[in-house]
């Protein structure tokens, strides 16, 4: 029997979706992390000319973006926005977590099942999260961020005592006020991300490319529409919910 190009696109959504379906997440990772993790802090490495500083000025994002390696499937992002909101604002639809899925593309599934406020002064929020490409193909990683109020940075790896379905992933955000404007924040963003297996081409665009491209549209577009919006205290977590105070390693570049 000869499939047609939609038949064999159909079996492989339901081959994926079984697989996936198979898989325990509730066992640890099969690593704990291959990619280098991002320390909180300034992006050190970012020099803007005038150029990037006009298009920036007029509300268009800076990004550089990177391939992984020859044996490696994924990419990563470097991206540079300036929000007309203060960083109060900013960081309340950054670490809001829990309402992602109306606001992120693709997102079908994104809550946090930890919160943690750690000796070095940062907070653990662990989140699930599950991302639906396209039919038959969905993605659930479960992702262990740590928020730094002093450093204005919020980090994240995944988190290894689950498996997930992405590889490794480590990103990075991070604000600052404008140079030269009030109530202007000027966000920057990195993420890397490492893919498991062959991926067909339009996930394999999506995950790498245009996720990622995404990442800081919808930071914005929210953060201006609510400039008022106070940052979730304290330090990321919600008025009310108990905080666990819980020894955690710091994280930083190798470790």
Not at 111 to 133: E, F, H, P, R
Not at 216 to 244: D, I, M, Q, Y
């Amino acid at each position: 029997m000869k499939l047609n190009e939609s038949s064999i696109f159909t079996f492989m959504w339901l081959l994926v979706g079984c697989s996936q379906a198979r898989k325990n997440h509730d066992v640890p990772h099969p690593h704990r992390g291959v990619l280098k993790q991002y320390e909180p802090g300034p992006f050190g490495n970012i020099k803007l000319t005038k150029k990037d500083e006009d298009n920036l000025a007029s509300g268009n994002p800076i990004m550089i973006q990177s391939d992984a390696g020859k044996d490696d499937v994924g990419g990563g992002a470097i991206c540079v926005q300036d929000v007309l909101a203060p960083k109060s604002a900013v960081w309340n639809q950054i670490l809001d977590l829990n309402s992602y899925k109306s606001k992120v593309p693709k997102l079908n599934e994104c809550k946090n099942y930890y919160q943690a406020k750690t000796d070095d002064g940062s907070v653990c929020i662990k989140t699930k999260m599950v991302l639906g490409v396209m039919p038959g193909y969905s993605y659930t990683n479960y992702y262990d961020h740590r928020y730094y109020p002093k450093q204005d940075s919020l980090t994240w790896t995944l988190d290894y005592d689950k498996t997930s379905d992405f590889d490794d992933v480590v990103g990075h955000w991070h604000l600052e006020d404008h140079p030269s404007k009030t109530d202007v924040t000027r966000v920057f963003y990195a993420c890397d991300i490492k893919l498991t297996g062959k991926v067909p081409g339009p996930i394999f665009n999506y995950i790498s490319k245009a996720a990622l491209k995404q990442a800081t549209s919808w930071v914005k577009r929210e953060s201006e529409s609510n400039p008022e919006a106070a940052a979730l205290a304290p330090f990321g977590v919600a008025p009310g919910n108990s905080v666990k105070v819980s020894k955690k390693r710091k994280w930083g570049f190798g470790q």
